[in-house]
């Protein structure tokens, strides 16, 4: 596909947004804006089947509108400070944190704006892909510098009790996390 047949991102979400006729509309619409003016450098992509998605040098955010809710998840919500308490969902994870605005609710425009930059400062700081890698002299140093530490370090590892390996180790990890039922936490 040519890059000028490839649907605009933008456009799509406006379709999106317009086709939704009652409250939910207007809240996406708004909470699009407020995601928007955060930062001039995001950028808007619609992925994963119809959902907008927000980002800047990582996923900052994903939003959709469902029954009764419109729904905005910060892909490392978990690692975000959230003085307001603006997340209200998805606290059984380990990254990913929602926002789930009702009818009615009223939308702290200052909490998530701030809460917006707080996951673009994240996604710059700790994303491996926006790590600068070490220059070539300083990684050709530290394997001579860790050589002179090895046999000491794989004494110590001698004496430990071997680990699991392979699939069975795995397993035993999954295992942990799923119900009598099957399914997962």
């Known amino acids: 596909m040519k890059p000028r047949d490839m649907p605009d991102p933008s456009g799509e979400i406006d379709k999106l947004i317009a086709e939704i006729e009652d409250w939910r509309g207007k809240v996406f619409a708004r909470v699009r804006k407020i995601i928007r003016e955060a930062d001039p450098e995001i950028i808007e992509e619609f992925k994963w089947m119809g959902s907008p998605v927000w980002s800047r040098d990582g996923t900052i ?57 707080a996951a673009i400062v994240y996604n710059q700081t700790n994303l491996k892909k926006n790590q600068k890698k070490a220059p070539a002299a300083s990684a050709k ?15 110590k590892k001698a004496s430990a009790a071997p680990r699991k390996k392979g699939p069975a180790a795995s397993r035993s990890r999954v295992a942990k996390k799923t ?4 399914s997962t936490r």
């Open 61 to 117: 955010a994903v939003g959709n509108a469902f029954k009764g809710r419109v729904n905005l998840t910060f892909a490392y919500g978990a690692s975000l400070p959230d003085p307001e308490k603006l997340f209200n969902a998805g606290f059984e994870g380990n990254a990913r944190r929602v926002i789930n605005i009702f009818e009615n609710d009223t939308i702290n425009e200052r909490a998530l704006t701030n809460l917006v930059r």
């Open 179 to 182: 119900t009598t039922h099957g």
């Open 141 to 155: 140093k530290a394997p001579a510098a860790s050589a002179k530490k090895a046999p000491a370090a794989s004494a």
